[in-house]
């Protein structure tokens, strides 16, 4: 599901609009989580104001377009839903062509913002197993160089780096496609090469509990593809697991990693998995989960993340576009069933 690029000239214009509002400091780690109820109102949403938190808002894409869109046409009911979405903060996702470039683009704007980008790094050989997201670097020398330039593109400037969605799940799970130890090596090679980075936080990705439930074939590529020099692991990308779900999954691959603290994707999980068919692929019924935030009441959960970008297709099945396309009636639907 990769991400879109954008034009350079509107993102600075849009961030420096956005650093008039601004007075606060640039945050060089994630915060400290603080304890918070179970069940986390959702911040209030105002248009051009800064949103709660140390995570970047992007304010060009498919759900803030949309929501310009339908505001002409007086959808204001409409509008309503889907800025849920355009005013929260999402990871982007670079495309492979002229990534150095976007990525630049992208922590140059929220750096101006004082505030940090959450990014995924999704361009690994054989990627998706030849899914509905198939794609990726040509070789390991392709796929090598394109990681420096990423990692050129964020240079000393703070962001969150998201390495791979399941890519290694897939891999237990029986990709034969990818070599298991050239994307191992890999990924270890990207983990080490993001965190050159002076304030970039890298965690690499760990599928979901509902995926490979016997974590213990887990911990050896994890092991492999470089855990230890990440900041944690990520969780629950694209996917629908509940955040307890998600928490005791993660705290029990914590263990048995040495502690690794971790991130948990809930841009969709609102009312948790789906029981159907394809329960991956853009499933009925979902809801927006838990806004962005650091504030997580778990001393290892570092942050909740909305990694997938809600309202873009899993890929086309149920109707849907292709696979990162924005699907507006899938985002009303998200954004519908969570409620106010």
């Not at 470089?226 to 509940?242: C, E, H, I």
């Amino acid at each position: 599901m990769p991400g879109r690029s954008r034009s350079r000239v509107r993102y600075w214009l849009a961030a420096l609009a956005a650093t008039l509002s601004l007075a606060c400091a640039l945050p060089q780690s994630l915060p400290a989580p603080t304890p918070t109820p179970t069940s986390m109102p959702a911040p209030v949403l105002t248009p051009g104001e800064p949103y709660p938190g140390p995570f970047w808002v992007n304010p060009v894409g498919q759900a803030a377009t949309q929501a310009a869109e339908w505001r002409r046409a007086g959808r204001a009911a409409d509008v309503e839903l889907v800025e849920r979405i355009s005013l929260r903060p999402q990871a982007d996702w670079p495309r492979p062509d002229g990534v150095e470039l976007t990525v630049r683009d992208l922590t140059g704007a929220a750096a101006l913002a004082g505030r940090i980008p959450v990014l995924v790094a999704y361009n690994i050989p054989h990627r998706d197993c030849g899914g509905l997201s198939q794609g990726g670097a040509a070789d390991a020398d392709a796929y090598r160089l394109w990681v420096d330039a990423y990692a050129r593109g964020i240079g000393e400037r703070p962001a969150v780096v998201i390495v791979e969605p399941d890519a290694i799940a897939h891999l237990v799970s029986g990709c034969e496609s990818a070599p298991s130890d050239e994307r191992l090596t890999l990924l270890a090679y990207a983990v080490e090469r993001f965190k050159q980075g002076p304030a970039t936080k890298v965690y690499l990705d760990a599928g979901h509990s509902g995926w490979i439930t016997d974590q213990s074939r887990l911990e050896g590529p994890l092991r492999q593809a470089g855990v230890a020099k990440a900041d944690g692991f990520a969780l629950n990308v694209s996917a629908f697991q509940t955040n307890a779900s998600s928490a005791e999954y993660g705290h029990r691959l914590s263990d048995a990693l040495g502690g690794k603290h971790f991130v948990v994707d809930t841009s969709r999980n609102g009312n948790g998995p789906y029981s159907g068919t394809d329960s991956w692929c853009n499933p009925p019924g979902r809801a927006l989960g838990t806004p962005p935030t650091t504030a997580t009441g778990d001393a290892l959960i570092d942050a909740y993340l909305w990694i997938k970008r809600p309202g873009e297709s899993d890929g086309s099945c149920r109707g849907g576009p292709s696979a990162g396309r924005w699907w507006p009636q899938y985002a009303l639907e998200l954004a519908r069933a969570a409620g106010s």
